[in-house]
Nanobody
Framework: VQLQASGGGLVQAGGSLRLSCVVSGRTFGSINMGWFRQAPGKEREFVAA??????????DYADSVKGRFTISRDNAKNTVYLQMNSLKLEDTAVYYC???????????????????WGQGTLVTVSS
């Protein structure tokens, strides 16, 4: 499974960006996806996840981004998105997409539970 993240860049505080992650090498519909970020000197942290539960897709967010970020997926394009609005200085980080393939993990907020990772895309929020 290969993941290719894109969409990062420099944006002013209060602005918006949309990150994309294209997945190849496996049936995308069977993959649970997450976004994580890592700021300089800090550990990688959970941002958002979109995962299958029975016949529906559930999304979950870190408290720090809830209400500002939206995760979504387009199975026809093998792509997961992270729409980021009302960006803050503290959102500056390298953002990574990650894939959890079956058997799925229940601990979707933990980086080690994901099987594959993209290369990361840098988001810089300026004042």
């Amino acid at each position: 499974v290969q993941l290719q993240a894109s969409g990062g860049g420099l944006v002013q505080a209060g602005g918006s960006l949309r990150l994309s992650c294209v997945v190849s090498g496996r049936t995308f519909g069977s993959i649970n996806m997450g976004w994580f970020r890592q700021a300089p000197g800090k550990e990688r942290e959970f941002v958002a996840a979109i995962r299958r539960s029975a016949f529906i897709m559930l999304s979950d967010y870190a408290d720090s981004v809830k209400g500002r970020f939206t995760i979504s997926r387009d199975n026809a394009k093998n792509t997961v998105y992270l729409q980021m609005n009302s960006l803050k200085l503290e959102d500056t980080a390298v953002y990574y997409c990650a894939a959890d393939v079956p058997p799925y993990s229940d601990n979707f907020r933990l980086p080690p539970e994901y099987d594959y990772w993209g290369q990361g895309t840098l988001v810089t929020v300026s004042s």
